[in-house]
């Protein structure tokens, strides 16, 4: 893994009328420390995409919203061990969707990565 990674999706919340989703932008650094263990800082930048008169609906299509996050509207992310675990689902977080599909059955490569960053958010250290 490169020092920085930067990768964006869309996120369409089943809550959300058709034309409001979410731009997730997901950058990672990996952080080496003094004794020799490796980490990953994983930030999260959410833009609604929505019309003006509907900013009010930002919380419930939050990709976030429902989770067991605290304060998921000013949520940034998490500082992870790495290990072969999560570096494969920061591969996936990552990748192209049209690469990503390939390999998620009949999840889309958006909600596949929606659960991934769920999944990430409980494995803080």
């Known amino acids: 893994m490169s020092n920085i990674r930067t990768s964006s999706f869309i996120y369409r919340s089943p809550v959300a009328k058709a034309d409001e989703h979410y731009v997730?932008?997901?950058t990672v650094k990996e952080l080496n420390y003094s004794d020799g263990?490796?980490?990953?800082?994983?930030?999260?930048?959410?833009?609604?995409m929505m019309a003006k008169d509907e900013r009010r609906r930002h919380i419930a299509t939050h990709p976030l919203y429902g989770s067991d996050v605290n304060d998921f509207l000013t949520y940034e992310g998490e500082i992870i061990a790495k290990n072969p675990m999560t570096a494969l689902m920061i591969e996936y977080l990552l990748m192209e969707d049209a690469e990503l599909a390939?390999?998620?059955g009949h999840t889309t490569a958006?909600?596949?990565k929606h659960k991934i960053m769920l999944s990430l958010s409980y494995l803080w250290d």
């Open 24 to 26: 997730v932008t997901v």
């Open 37 to 48: 263990k490796t980490y990953i800082d994983v930030n999260y930048k959410f833009d609604a």
């Open 110 to 112: 958006a909600d596949y």
């Open 102 to 104: 390939k390999i998620t």
